[in-house]
């Protein structure tokens, strides 16, 4: 039997993102344009929904805890003509821990040790940044979220999340996982062993 389809969005745009600063568990909220883009992955859906012949409520929501998701999640429902907090939050879908890098840059990371940034994309998914987590763990609480899902599903969460999901649905080997880009504004689904990208 098939798994249920992911729809999958990453937060909207914040001030963090557009300076360059890792966020990880960091609590920053959506700015301006990352309200616009959560309208516009909202659009997308209310067209991906048509298209299936099904409304925004047949399908689940559920949401990263973090407040960048979960100003995501509003929007989107919002606009979906939904109850904006009719939704779950799973702190399986937290993103992955940046540690003791998190508010920093990468450049600023080089600058306390040159070497390390080259290190960790040499084997990006095992990596462990001092004091956070590797993809292969952040891949270990995303797989018992996953294995919950009984229904088609509308997620707001992050780019690790989502390389976490694109390895254990099989669209990706690991390591090459750990590299995939996932952009905002952008609905991505998870269905048939295959990732499309809907902008």
């Known amino acids: 039997m098939p798994r249920p389809i992911l729809y999958y969005v990453r937060h909207g745009l914040t001030d963090w993102n557009a300076a360059g600063r890792l ?3 960091r609590d920053v909220p959506l700015n301006a344009e990352g309200r ?22 047949a399908y689940d929501y559920v949401s990263s805890p973090l407040i960048r998701a979960r100003e995501t ?22 993103e992955i821990s940046f540690g003791d890098w998190e508010g920093l840059t990468y ?24 004091g956070g987590e590797s993809y292969q763990q952040l891949a270990e609480r995303v797989g018992a979220w996953y294995a919950t899902i009984e229904h088609d599903t509308v997620v707001t969460a992050h780019g690790g999340t989502a390389r976490a999901l694109a390895a254990l649905t099989g669209v990706a080997q690991r390591e090459d996982a750990a590299h995939v880009s996932i ?5 991505y689904v998870f269905a048939d062993d295959r990732l499309t990208r809907y902008a």
């Open 23 to 25: 966020q990880g568990r």
């Open 36 to 57: 616009v883009q959560a309208v516009r992955c909202a659009d997308i859906l209310a067209d991906l929904f048509a298209r299936e012949g099904r409304g925004p409520q």
């Open 73 to 94: 999640m509003d929007v989107v429902r919002a606009t979906l003509g939904l109850d904006p907090s009719g939704y779950r939050l799973d702190a399986r879908l937290a």
């Open 107 to 130: 450049q600023d990371v080089l600058a306390l040790d040159p070497d390390i940034v080259p290190k960790r994309e040499g084997n990006k998914w095992n990596f462990l940044p001092p």
């Open 183 to 187: 952009e905002q504004g952008v609905v």
